[in-house]
């Protein structure tokens, strides 16, 4: 293990995904370099879009970033912790090894008046299964059997497998947000206005004005009885830009306290070094990849000439030549670190299986066993695919970085490929939809478990709708997810990650890199770079 293997090893567990948050020393101006007095407004920019405000009908960080504001959750997460504790609840324990009881605080109000209590919880989770939107996160409750409430503060969760050692994450995760039975329909996502004009919040704010994508006013909630207690600041406001650029310009004039995704590696450089700025990067749970949809790639199951075979020797040739490394260094200059198998380092269990089956052994590309794959199977080249890449949510880079990928494809004479783009908002559908044959996707974990990067990817009915299902593999990562043994539940993470690798659903490409924590512009931002991968507004104060 080299010594950045190490680093990166020791601070995952404490400091979560890879989170970029800028604070401008002099805070939103409005013409005024004066700061603002604390326990004011405080503004927070960033380029990451809202797909959904109702929890059944987005799985992205940016609509999860707007709902950690608004929503309440059974189980949470302190600031600056990992660990789950009860949130919404009083106690949360196994009463059986199939069976998760939560005990509700009483006397819980939503901001409209309605009462909160265990109803709204059965609500909130059967929905979540019975809507199962394809952007929605409901492949989380793959393990959840049933949802009883024997009384108004009371929720026993049923499971299907005993023992889950996730299931208290995946209560504090994006499918856990508690929504108002009296709002929210039991069958279908309800648009972001209605929830606004509804008032259907419980969180340390509510929404005051919201203009989707553009600008979200918040303001403090006084009767929240959360884990997180009393907001730092009593409102905020979140403005959301198209360009990168402006918001980096926005940060530079202290027109906003807070900037979080996404500026490009160039950028990140060019603030570290202005005197109003500081800089603060948490290192290294987020991953970026690519994802072949096994129905409709070249030779996929319903392609013209399907052929599984020679589907697979297609992923193992572009597998062959990607080079991570070259994408590290040329377009996020070492802000993200190459990744070789699909639990990143640190985690439990993580391996490096991709390096050991693919390219030169060492990480570097092979173009010579990727004219292998392609003739053993019968292949000649070039072969022409269709790739698709999000210009936007993933950040500018990802134009760079899938031109690159690209270019190292074509040199090698065995493709040629057909290189477009989707804005993040119709992307996240068509990726699902079938409509990408190969595309890219980015991970922000849900919690801090090497499970989150297997059970959402890789079981029956995963979020990636990408058609792959090989039931070794699933047995691998149902093992792993009740299995109390740590040793046992590490070697059948690295079983799970090998067997996927020889199938290549998909294709890891990078990991989120331990940069510095540089100071805090703002009292209290460096807590919101921590392993409950949250950013929550209510935590930072000026």
């Not at 004066?34 to 799985?59: E, F, H, M, N, Q």
């Not at 508690?178 to 929830?195: C, G, N, R, S, Y």
């Not at 995963?462 to 040793?487: A, R």
Request: glycine share 8%; net charge neutral; hydrophobic share 35%.
């Amino acid at each position: 293990m080299s010594m950045k293997s190490k680093a990166l090893h020791g601070v995952i567990a404490l400091a979560g995904v890879s989170a970029l948050a800028l604070t401008a020393c002099t805070g939103p101006s409005g013409g005024s370099s004066s700061p603002s007095a604390a326990g004011g407004p405080i503004a927070y920019g960033t380029t990451d879009k809202v797909t959904a405000l109702d929890p059944a009908g987005s799985y992205d960080n940016g609509s999860f970033m707007l709902m950690n504001q608004v929503y309440s959750f059974l189980m949470n997460s302190k600031p600056g912790g990992a660990d789950p504790v009860p949130d919404l609840a009083e106690s949360a324990s196994f009463t059986s090894p199939t069976e998760y009881t939560v005990k509700l605080k009483s006397g819980l109000k939503w901001a409209n008046g309605h009462t909160l209590d265990s109803k709204d919880v059965k609500f909130s989770f059967d929905r979540q299964v019975k809507i199962n939107d394809p952007a929605g996160p409901a492949a989380l409750l793959g393990n959840l059997d049933s949802v009883s409430t024997p009384d108004a503060t009371t929720v026993v969760f049923k499971l299907k497998l005993a023992n889950d050692q996730t299931f208290a994450q995946i209560l504090s995760s994006p499918v856990g947000p508690i929504v108002d039975d009296e709002v929210f329909p039991a069958d279908k996502i309800l648009p972001d206005d209605e929830i606004v004009k509804a008032k259907a919040f419980y969180g340390q704010y509510t929404i005051d004005s919201y203009k989707k994508n553009e600008l979200v006013s918040l303001k403090a909630f006084p009767d929240y009885k959360g884990l997180l207690g009393k907001p730092a600041n009593d409102a905020a406001t979140i403005k959301y830009y198209a360009s990168p650029t402006n918001l980096k310009l926005d940060i530079q004039q202290g027109n906003l306290d807070v900037a979080n995704r996404s500026l490009s590696a160039t950028d990140v450089d060019d603030l570290k070094k202005d005197s109003k700025v500081k800089v603060n990067v948490g290192p290294g749970g987020e991953i970026r990849y690519i994802t072949f949809n096994f129905n409709t790639m070249p030779y996929g199951t319903k392609a013209p000439n399907a052929d599984p075979a020679k589907a697979l020797a297609i992923r193992q040739a572009i597998a062959n030549l990607v080079d991570r490394q070259a994408i590290a260094d040329q377009v996020y200059k070492g802000t993200y670190l190459p990744l070789y198998s699909h639990v990143p380092s640190g985690f439990l269990g993580a391996n490096q299986s991709f390096k050991d089956l693919y390219g030169d052994g060492s990480g570097k590309p092979s173009t010579d066993k990727a004219k292998k794959a392609l003739s053993d199977a019968g292949i000649a080249g070039p072969v022409a695919i269709n790739l698709q890449y999000n210009p936007d949510h993933y950040g500018n880079s990802s134009g760079d970085e899938y031109a690159l990928v690209k270019a190292q494809l074509e040199k090698s004479g065995l493709f040629k490929v057909n290189l477009q783009s989707t804005e993040w908002v119709t992307y996240t559908k068509a990726s699902r939809a079938d409509e990408y044959p190969i595309f890219q996707f980015g991970w922000f974990p849900d919690f801090s478990d090497s499970d989150n990067y297997l059970s959402p990817f890789f079981l029956e009915n995963n979020f990636l709708k990408n058609h792959y299902n090989n039931p070794t593999v699933i047995q691998l990562i149902n093992k792993q997810l009740t299995t109390t043994d740590k040793g046992q539940r590490e070697s059948a993470i690295k079983d799970a990650q090998n067997a996927l690798a020889k199938d290549i659903s998909t294709l890891p490409l990078l990991q989120g890199a331990q940069v510095a924590i540089s100071g805090t512009g703002v009292n209290g931002v460096d807590k919101t770079l921590d392993a409950s991968f949250k950013f929550r507004l209510g935590t930072v104060s000026k």
